[in-house]
């Protein structure tokens, strides 16, 4: 992970179309070499844990794949992209750079085990259910298998129904670990099931919340973005519009130079 700036994973949540993936990355790219950021590509080719039977879940593992190795080789981008069962793993790590762990899933051992043994980095999500320091085991269960490219992923704890809270002191208890500590700055502003049959969320809240975990000491943040977030196929209400990413990654990205002491 880069020592020299703000290191980011970001893209669509779910894998719509080519030109949307095309579209979403070019920006991504402009924007992200003109900060000077670390940057992985993410984007889904499955969502296999939406709230309802009928709610889009994306191309599939072959195509998705194929989609996004498009990507990988027309700007020249690095991949990220989660698995749900231990089979995807190996043919996720043809394409992918990380390979993510979905908070659901993040105590599933044959997950885990399959995603360690890529050699890829591994970013595993906390789940809502768990506290910071029971991430201790999900590491276990990661280094035992050969993994030592770790990312440790924030994204809210569950709070009574249809709502998530951020508690900060998390992403300080997860440092103590060791590994880098991710913000997932888009996901921790969702409210699960929140629409009946869908997800809803408030990304007006984005920035503020991952101002204030860099402030804490995030190394770095994920974000879902979206030409047109309100008619995205999956997560709209917390995604952060594409027009909007150049200011909001700016400002991000001179607070952490700040924290960081680092020259902006």
Not at 29 to 58: H, I, M, P, Q, W
Not at 148 to 163: A, D, H, P, T, V
Not at 246 to 261: D, K, P
Request: glycine share 8%; hydrophobic share 40%.
């Amino acid at each position: 992970m880069s020592k020299n700036g703000l290191f980011l994973v970001a893209g669509p949540c779910v894998i719509e179309s080519q030109d949307c993936l095309n579209v979403v990355a070019k920006e991504m790219k402009k924007v992200t070499n003109a900060l000077k950021l670390e940057y992985y590509f993410k984007a889904s080719f499955d969502k296999a844990n939406r709230t309802s039977l009928n709610s889009y879940r994306g191309p599939g593992l072959e195509i998705g794949l194929e989609m996004l190795q498009e990507v990988k080789k027309k700007f020249g981008l690095k991949i990220a992209t989660d698995i749900h069962e231990p089979w995807q793993a190996e043919y996720v790590a043809e394409v992918a750079d990380i390979v993510q762990i979905p908070a659901f899933l993040c105590r599933q051992t044959d997950l885990l085990t399959a995603a360690a043994k890529t050699g890829k980095i591994i970013n595993v999500k906390k789940g809502q259910f768990l506290s910071p320091w029971d991430m201790k085991n999900v590491i276990e269960k990661l280094t035992s298998s050969g993994a030592n490219k770790i990312i440790l992923c924030e994204r809210g704890s569950s709070f009574g129904y249809n709502n998530l809270v951020v508690d900060m002191t998390g992403i300080i208890e997860m440092k103590k670990f060791g590994f880098p500590v991710m913000f997932d700055a888009t996901h921790s502003v969702q409210k699960p099931g929140g629409r009946g049959t869908s997800s809803g969320g408030n990304r007006d809240y984005v920035e503020p919340l991952a101002k204030a975990a860099i402030s804490v000491g995030a190394d770095a943040l994920f974000m879902e973005v979206h030409p047109n977030p309100d008619n995205a196929l999956s997560d709209g209400p917390n995604m952060v519009k594409l027009s909007n990413v150049e200011g909001i990654l700016s400002r991000l990205s001179t607070l952490y130079n700040v924290v960081r002491g680092l020259n902006s």
